[in-house]
């Protein structure tokens, strides 16, 4: 019986569905069976992160709702030999058209039996699409990026989760870019952690490189000289149990912070 994991954060434009897609790809790279479930009915981008759009016959809705059976809908990505599927979700519904009852079914009694991971791209919100996405989840990973209003975004579902039966949520800090933190220009990572009070589980640098690999279709963590590849395949290694440092992010220092040093301004 595998695992289901819902990877969720409150707010919209954190890199939810890039983290699921990259963590997804990651733990498939490790030779686990994964399927990927896309539960942003009527919005879903995890398809387009994932460069599957184009092999898309059924979806979720189809599945709930009896027109196809689930193997017909999953999309297998086939840069993983099968180890990874897609669930896409539906684009012309709407988050009413799947009850929560109806995900804890799919995930527990259609999906679990036959993956090592479930991972479930939670829509942003609390609304109704929130709780279809955690409807079959064991555990939970919030996202962040270290800004206020994602942290107290995601302080609000860590608040939610917690009265779920799930295990205790665990914390990826996305797009974190180190000048700015020294600067305290924005909040830095033990802020974060300590104001949200969960466990750490990984943190992402901030990559353009990200952007331009997601609008292709391939994520990230298949690029093996990307940062933030080896940041998702980490946080992969430690979903599975494996004890893996924190990576360092410093950045290099830009022309005028050289200039500063150089003439003793800083």
């Known amino acids: 019986m595998g695992v289901a994991i819902v990877v969720t954060s409150g707010k919209g434009g954190v890199g939810k569905t890039t983290t699921a897609a990259n963590l997804g790809t990651a733990l498939a790279m490790l030779g686990k069976k994964v399927c990927l479930v896309d539960t942003d009915i009527g919005l879903r981008n995890l398809d387009l992160v994932l460069g599957l759009e184009n092999r898309i016959l059924y979806d979720l809705v189809d599945v709930v709702e009896g027109r196809c059976k689930l193997q017909t809908a999953l999309v297998p990505d086939k840069r993983l030999e099968g180890n990874l599927v897609l669930l896409p979700a539906a684009q012309t519904k709407d988050k009413s058209a799947v009850s929560p009852d109806q995900m804890a079914h799919l995930v527990k009694e259609q999906l679990k039996p036959d993956y090592d991971y479930v991972l479930i791209d939670c829509p ?22 270290p800004d206020v209003t994602a942290v107290r975004d995601a302080d609000r579902i860590i608040g939610i989760l917690e009265k779920e039966a799930i295990a205790p949520p665990s914390l990826v800090i996305n797009r974190v ?61 430690r979903i599975l149990g494996e004890s893996v440092p924190l990576m360092r992010l410093e950045e290099k220092p830009s022309v005028i912070e050289r200039m500063r040093r150089l003439f003793g301004l800083s």
Not at 205 to 211: R, S
């Open 124 to 145: 942003a919100g609390i609304e109704q699409g929130f709780r279809n996405a955690i409807a079959g989840a064991d555990r939970a990973v919030v996202v962040t990026t």
């Open 177 to 237: 870019r180190p000048r700015l933190m020294k600067h305290e220009e924005i909040m830095d990572v033990d802020e974060i952690v300590v104001r949200l009070g969960i466990d750490l589980l990984g943190i992402v640098p901030d990559d353009e490189d990200v952007i331009t690999s997601s609008n292709r279709g391939e994520p990230i963590v298949l690029n093996p000289k990307a940062k933030a590849a080896q940041a998702y395949r980490n946080i992969a290694r």
